[in-house]
């Protein structure tokens, strides 16, 4: 083969390489992330970058669910309580944090009771030292929680940044003096921190 | 811009071997990563024929598999079935305006599906409707798209270098293409041969210019195609709709609850001590004893005609019953066999009333008096520490202090329903609830003193107080004792020989 019709071959199969690379690249990439198999499922995370933990007001930090913070009985018009919930982030991108509810019950005593929900960003355990002017993230009726079901319409905007951040969630509830339904009822609330990268 | 050859060195000087072999692997090199990308952005852009398709990947919530910058060629399937465990792009129900990439691991009992990031602990807060589902990952082109992501980013350095790739890769290729020439078989030598050959011929032009023309024209158009060719390509590339596989996270405190329990009104005014409490719950026309609830043993007794088991104001409370005093003269006197008691400095008095719509008769709902029955003028008898109607059905609350003490609701309460009325007073002065709500204030703190007396609910002497009387049948002076029986409901009539605090009077009427 003289070195002219070499170099013709090589020039006529530079072009089949970079297609074939530009398939075999499709083709594997398709395999690998559209397979139906989903093995995948939580033990890839570790590599991920966003991660939330909550203290359940004073408790053990948890991934998941942390035992109820409150569970307050025998409450009588004029009581009320706070309690302070830390939320630990460990982002390694940038990242936003919202409070989000589920479960809020919908009856007089809900509508009749108040919760104000507070912000600081650190570590407040047990509301220790909780700062005096914190950012206020709501103050209305418990009822009215129920309003904030998702990302969308989640209250407050907590930008935790990377690495390992500490918010606390200060909750103050009240049943008013003045209330005059609620009686034999019970009002209920999940909180959830929803964290997405921004 | 290319090198100007001489003729001679056509010649196969060991020198020149080696620079076109440079410049062959050059072209090579271009060649592939040109046919490459071509080969990329083709099959990224065909499936469009198809009805597929492509996704811009900008976050990376689906790695190892999915990263930023790849594109993800979708086709159209919204079938629940053929979704479930893949990867399908979906309005991201948490921001409208976007798209999001991420995998289908089950679907909720609502229909909807339950989405999560590979990377991501915990799966997508809101479901999707399957009505949102634009398409089922068929594809993935890796990297195709990261020229967009760092032109949006703004990561110059890097769409520099990718810029400057292309650039060379063209240069190399349009360089070699010149020997490419050279190499065609059955060709003359090379264009430069011919051209050098036959300019003489062709015409008078200095053959140094003009031999390179036909070859510069042609590797201008060659380049300007490339470079049309890729903007367009970039053009397009940047049409690409986008979708977010965003980072999310969630943790939960869950089951929160705060409770009121189903608090018993009885219970509550005898937890709060009360001197004397008639719960009014009798029934019979033979009856004539009002128990004492408190404890105490300070019965009261039904006198004049008195309908007993109406329906009363406590819905929760068995037996719910109440009384109707229905002439002049009906009263609920303290028993004969309970001695007189030196009248309280700090009290409360409290009852339940109903008065008719219209009612203009007025009349006292619960008070302190002498004698133990009937009235008597105040040379002899007394009477003060009482809650009354006035002829507008205004509820009052009046002590006697050297002078008529009162506090007065502004409208009145002829309405047909229940209401609670306290009245409070100790040394910070008096003060009078409606429904557990304070609605008035007077900062008299003393009453009739050095007295003895006994409670007596729904009559009394009202002779002297027509101070402040609004409405018919205002009450004579004080020379001329005159009963004013409450014609309406009464229920739950007690007395405390201290104040009850405003948040001691709200819950009473809380827990009715």
Known sequence: MSAQSRRRTLRAVAPVAGLLAAGLLVWQG???????????????????????????????????????????????????????????????????????????????????????????????????????SPTNVYNSTLSGLAAAT?????????????????????????????????????????FIWEQQSS | MDIDTDPATCSDSAQQAAYSRVRLAGGLVGRMWLWFLAGCLVITLVPVLFGWRPYLIESGSMEPRIHVGDVVIASPEQDPQALLGRVAVFTDPDRPDRNKTHRVIEAADDGRLVTKGDANPTPDSQHVAVSDVHGLGRLLVGFVGLPVVWLQSGQWLWLVLFLVSIALSVRWVSRDHEDEQDDAPGDPPTDRMLSAQAAPTRSGLDIAASRPIPLARASHRHRWAWRIGYAVALAAALLLPTSTAAFSATTRSTGNSWSVPNYDYTNEVKALGPYLYWKLDETGTGTTAATDSSGNGRPGEYNGSITKGITGALVTDTPNNAVSLTSANSCINTASSVAATTAPAAFTVAAWFKAPVGYSKGGKLIG???????????????????????????????????????????????????????????????????????????????????????WRAGCGNLAGWASG????????????????????????????????????????????
């Not at chain 1, 569970?71 to 009320?80: E, L, M, Q, R």
């Not at chain 1, 209330?179 to 034999?184: E, H, I, K, V, Y």
């Not at chain 2, 008035?440 to 050095?450: F, P």
């Open chain 1, 30 to 132: 398709s395999y690998a992330a559209f397979s139906a198999t989903t093995d995948n499922a939580g033990n890839s995370w570790a590599a991920g970058s966003v991660k939330l933990r909550n203290d359940g007001a004073g408790g053990s930090f948890a991934v998941s669910s942390t035992p109820a913070a409150f569970t307050v009985a025998a409450i009588k018009p004029g009581d009320s309580g706070a309690k302070c919930i830390v939320v630990e982030s460990t982002a390694d991108i940038g990242n936003l944090v919202k409070l989000e509810t589920a479960n809020v019950s919908s009856n007089a005593l809900s509508g009749a009771m108040t919760m104000k929900i507070d912000f600081a960003a650190g570590q407040f355990a047990n509301c220790a030292s909780f700062p005096a």
């Open chain 1, 150 to 190: 998702n990302w969308s319409n989640g209250l407050g905007n907590w930008s935790a940044g990377t690495g390992t951040k500490y918010g606390t969630y200060r909750f103050s509830w009240a049943l008013p003096g003045g209330a005059t339904a609620g009686m034999g009822q019970t009002a209920t609330a999940d």
């Open chain 2, 368 to 454: 302190f008096e002498r004698p133990r029955t009937g009235v008597a003028a105040p040379s002899v008898g007394q009477y003060d520490r009482m809650l009354y109607l006035d002829g507008n059905a205004r509820l009052r609350f009046g002590v006697y202090n050297g002078g008529y003490q009162l506090i007065s609701t502004a409208g009145g309460w002829d309405d047909n329903a229940w209401h609670l009325a306290v009245g409070t007073m100790n040394s910070a002065g008096m003060a009078l609830y409606v429904d557990g709500v304070r609605v008035g204030t007077n900062s008299n703190n003393a009453a009739e003193s050095n007295t003895s007396g006994w």
């Open chain 2, 469 to 512: 009387w609004s409405g018919p049948n205002a009450p004579p002076a004080d020379a001329t004792p005159t009963n004013y029986t409450f014609q309406g409901g009464l229920d739950e009539a007690a007395v405390w020989t201290k104040a009850l605090t405003a948040s001691e009077v709200a819950f009473l009427y809380f827990t009715r």
